[in-house]
């Protein structure tokens, strides 16, 4: 506390001192922040913070708005040219997606913030504070957090449904270490591969049959596709016509705040009465 | 050849085939997953391994290099445009549409390294493969910018393009399976032309084969064949490089026996890759084609240096 007093206090000298000198008192600066993952820049509008954006990446097309910004090449291989050109005093850049340039626009003496890959619900609220705090609006971070937690269904279902969930056909899905894997045990599900200590890999089809899933998501092809697959028809999950098609592909595969309604969503689409 | 030596290759692949019904996470006594999942993995893993054996053999046989196959000459390459430009137009993989741009695919490719390699003067088989490979790598960065560039269905053509057998549509099995069996009785018919296409283009001349004519008869049905491999499976390497080597060993060089082993061979070495790709590493799977890459780059390497050494 008395640090902070003291800090106040000089803090409030050196305006005094700026005022005597300038005559006036200029506005705060605005940021120039640039995202390169569209989780990272719907998080950024969730905060209220679209205006201090100068930049996304290719795939930010949500909301609206991210598409009218100036676009930074994709996370794997962002310009590093155009993010300087941009004169930013903030990058949020995926840790695991390209070290490489982090380093490269850290040497430029671009501030890049890197932040960790999100593997459960936990890990996006704690991507969702540490934006916050970054952009200086802790206060709207802790209400955005409360706001997610309170979509997710509460109470977990009698015996949850084993789930199978492709995310892009030839069988690509989400093992344990994924926060897809998460969104589905959050929804009431229980992922057929959620004990894999991986994120995605190509699952073989023959185990999907043999363990045979009760609910299948598909974020990707159609349902018709799925059944065309040899013995597909045979499935749990296709007697009881749960092959769920309905998820917003981009909303659920990105670990933003979409993310949770589309869990709600899927909760209804798994136990809502047909 | 004689039938002993044909015995080998149908053992072989008689073993492979016993692999690929009886290896996976179900174990090997589920009829159910046997009859209705393997056996036609199986079928379309020997159809596409003959398929690539059949033109690869059929192309060293033709330029009388042991370095050409579909992937370096850019038929494979040709195809695989043609296939993914098919899908993003919504063309059905069953359709003859689909078929014919492939097989056209596959021809014009093949064709513009011919016609390249001819501007020099007399065709040069170096000429022929550097050609190819310069075609080959330019449509290979096509399909990929098209991939980059086209939205939302890139990924699963991502995995056409890698290769591999994860779904197979019986309809494009079917059709497949007639063009590569048509393909390879023709070749084997024509055997004595390729024969004397094996003494150079001046003995064959006077052995009364038109070495221009036959050149293209072969690149006609090698482009069929690997087209309709590619229409399959997508991009699978090696295999039309390896088989031939492999199968000559016990051949011999004559065609008569060469070209039907090479293509028993060649369903044999898929098949054998393509239920290791998805047994090993359970409850993974790996595309066939990576399990090709993986066995044949240290072949292609070693082909390399033994050839070097054999000039040496």
Redesign the interface.
């Known amino acids: 506390m008395k640090n902070i007093k003291c800090e106040l206090g000089n803090f409030l000298k050196l305006c005094a001192a700026a005022l005597c000198l300038c005559g006036f008192s200029s506005p705060a600066q605005a940021r120039r922040v640039v995202s390169l993952m569209p989780s990272y820049t719907e998080i950024i509008f969730e905060l209220g913070a679209e205006k201090d954006l100068v930049g996304v990446s290719n795939f930010c097309n949500w909301p609206p708005g991210a598409g009218k910004i100036e676009k930074t090449g994709d996370y794997l291989r962002p310009n590093i040219e155009k993010i300087y050109s941009l004169k930013p005093d903030t990058v949020f850049a995926g840790a695991w997606a390209d070290a490489s340039s982090s380093k490269q626009l850290s040497s430029m003496g671009v501030k890049v913030v890197s932040l960790s890959e999100e593997k459960s619900a936990a890990d996006i609220f704690a991507t969702v504070r540490l934006i916050a705090a970054e952009l200086g609006r802790r206060r709207e971070g802790e209400r955005l957090v409360k706001k997610l937690s309170a979509l997710m269904p509460h109470e977990p279902p009698a015996k949850p449904l084993k789930v199978y969930l492709e995310a892009d056909a030839g069988g690509w899905t989400a093992g344990g270490q994924s926060f897809l894997s998460d969104a589905v045990r959050l929804a009431g599900g229980r992922n057929i591969f959620g004990g894999e200590k991986r994120g995605y890999f190509q699952a073989s089809w023959e185990e999907v049959l043999l363990l045979d899933p009760e609910a299948v998501i598909l974020l990707s092809g159609t349902e018709e596709e799925f059944l065309a697959r040899p013995m597909a028809k045979g499935l749990a999950a296709a007697k009881a016509g749960r092959i769920i098609t309905g998820l917003d592909r981009d909303a659920f595969s990105r670990p933003g705040p979409r993310l949770f309604s589309e869990i709600k969503k899927l909760r209804g689409l798994l136990y809502g009465k047909k | 050849m004689g039938k002993n030596k044909f015995l080998i290759f149908l053992a072989a692949l008689a073993a492979a085939c016993l692999f690929s019904l009886a290896a996976?996470?179900?174990g090997w006594s589920n009829y159910?997953?046997i009859i209705?999942?393997?056996l036609?993995r199986t079928l379309a893993a020997l159809a596409v391994g003959a398929g690539l054996g059949l033109a690869g053999a059929l192309f060293q046989g033709v330029l009388k290099n042991p370095l050409s196959d579909p992937y370096i000459l850019g038929t494979s390459s040709g195809a695989t445009a043609a296939a993914v430009f098919c899908f993003l137009a919504g063309i059905e993989r069953t359709s003859p549409v689909f078929f014919l741009a492939v097989f056209a695919g596959a021809f014009g490719a093949t064709f513009l390294s011919y016609w390249l390699a001819r501007l020099a003067g007399r065709l040069s088989d170096a000429a022929l493969v550097l050609a190819g490979v310069a075609v080959s790598a330019f449509l290979s960065a096509l399909v990929m910018l098209t991939l980059t560039s086209s939205g939302?269905?890139s990924?699963?053509l991502f995995?056409f393009v890698l290769g591999?057998l994860?779904?197979v549509?019986p309809g494009v099995l079917i059709i497949s399976s007639l063009i590569i069996a048509g393909s390879g009785v023709l070749a084997m018919a024509r055997w004595r032309a390729l024969d004397a296409m094996a003494l150079g283009s001046e003995n064959a001349y006077h052995l009364g084969i038109s070495p221009e004519r036959e050149r293209i008869l072969f690149f006609t049905l090698a482009c069929a064949s690997t087209s309709a491999a590619v229409a399959i499976g997508g991009t699978i390497g090696f295999v039309g490089l390896m088989t031939p080597h492999i199968v000559r060993r016990i051949t011999g060089p004559s065609a008569r026996a060469l070209v039907p082993a090479a293509a028993l061979g060649g369903a044999a070495l898929l098949t054998a890759a393509d239920a290791a790709g998805?047994?090993l590493f359970?409850?993974?799977?790996?595309?066939a084609g990576i399990v090709m890459a993986l066995a044949g780059a240290p072949f292609f390497m070693w082909l390399l240096c033994k050839s070097s050494r054999g000039r040496a």
Do not use: K
Not at chain 2, 282 to 287: A, D
């Open positions: 996976g996470p179900a159910d997953i209705n999942l393997r036609p939302a269905r990924f699963s995995y591999g994860y779904s549509q998805r047994s359970s409850p993974s799977e790996i595309p």
